[in-house]
């Protein structure tokens, strides 16, 4: 409450000199709820760094830093910031990326050194260079990866196949014991945990994986394994297979996105027709087109072009931005993303550069 009343005071008083920019665009609900999942940007505090400044190199205007506050609450003092810190950046159409500060090492040349007279003259025309300042590196948290499926040319072999419940229902829920058939003899390991899937074919482009939950085999018993359901994303049913656990980070490092892709979006696990804030899905390039994880990319309005009524021409009109996403995961023909703003309704095909 004590941040707030202060930096509304703060604005306020500004206001009657300047227009001070909304730190959260049009989006401050959602970017508030996305924050508070701590799911989002992170740049950790140098020595030297404060928030006005960081304002500016985020934003290109220090009256953001309240913003860069407000996000923050373990910051009591705006004004004391300590290196090592983490804070939780906002993303609006002012963060680039690419014009990031970027330290470039001085290359060494040895060279003899002669004397030089200096003059009145001389010493005027000197210009002392601002010393370099280091690369602004952000990284993004999303604690929810290990349910991010992914779509490859073809399924995954699975480590075994969920024969029931131990009570025999057909809907199955965390906690629940079930029966577990291994597809090989040593597939299945106890004590170690495993995905449960489901797979679905995706015309022209391969075969989903979508992370239904996870398990963790508990011990063998002639010819099936007993198991405990830890999680569940989306229901899990008697016959769905399982497979060995896919290792993921939750953070990692925000990289520069390949500026020659020609993309489109493909589906989501439900199959939605719209897609908005805080959505996974599905990319239909990947490793192939030098996509990484951590890329950040615009998403466009699908715009079909029309012929002039004179000229009897096709014209392309200027594309329209409707969101942003970043990258999760990628297999060789395609990637997993994350929509973190949408400003329009979203669709399956809608193009991304």
Not at 58 to 77: A, H, T, V
Not at 177 to 200: R, W
Not at 304 to 332: M, N, Y
Request: with cysteine; glycine share 6%.
């Amino acid at each position: 409450m004590q941040k707030t009343l202060y930096t509304l005071t703060l604005v306020l008083l500004i206001s009657c000199f300047i227009t001070l920019p909304n730190a959260f665009g049009d989006n401050t609900g959602t970017l508030k709820s996305f924050f508070n999942n701590k799911t989002g940007f992170y740049y950790t505090v140098q020595k030297g760094d404060t928030l006005w400044d960081l304002s500016q190199k985020f934003y290109s205007s220090e009256w953001d830093w309240p913003g860069l506050w407000e996000l923050n609450d373990k910051i009591k003092n705006p004004h004391l910031i300590y290196p090592g810190e983490r804070l939780r950046v906002f993303f609006k159409g002012g963060l680039s990326l690419e014009n990031r500060p970027i330290y470039v090492e001085p290359v060494k040349e040895e060279s003899v050194v002669k004397p030089v007279e200096i003059t009145v003259e001389k010493i005027e025309k000197i210009v002392v260079p601002e010393p370099e300042k280091p690369e602004i590196k952000l990284t993004f948290f999303y604690p929810y990866i290990d349910r991010v499926g992914f779509i490859k040319r073809n399924a995954v072999s699975p480590a075994g196949k969920i024969l029931r419940s131990k009570g025999n229902a057909d809907l199955i829920s965390e906690n629940d014991i079930v029966y577990i058939e291994a597809a090989e003899t040593d597939s299945l390991i106890p004590g170690k945990q495993y995905q449960v899937y489901e797979t679905t074919k995706i015309p022209h482009k391969g075969i989903r994986h979508s992370i239904k939950g996870i398990v963790q085999i508990k011990e063998y018993k002639n010819e099936y394994f007993t198991a405990k359901i830890i999680e569940t994303y989306i229901d899990i049913n008697p016959g769905d297979p399982i497979v060995t656990f896919i290792e993921r980070d939750k953070e990692f490092e925000v990289k520069k996105n390949n500026d020659l892709i020609n993309a489109k979006l493909v589906c989501n696990d439900e199959d939605d027709s719209i897609y908005g804030d805080n959505q996974i899905v599905y990319m239909d390039i990947g490793e192939n087109n030098n996509i990484e994880i951590g890329q950040i990319y615009t998403i466009y309005k699908n715009l079909d072009q029309k012929k002039a009524f004179f000229s009897k021409k096709a014209i392309a009109f200027e594309p329209i931005e409707t969101g942003k996403l970043i990258v999760l995961h990628t297999e060789d023909i395609s990637s997993t993303i994350l929509i973190f703003t949408a400003n329009q309704e979203i669709h399956p095909r809608d193009p991304v550069h």
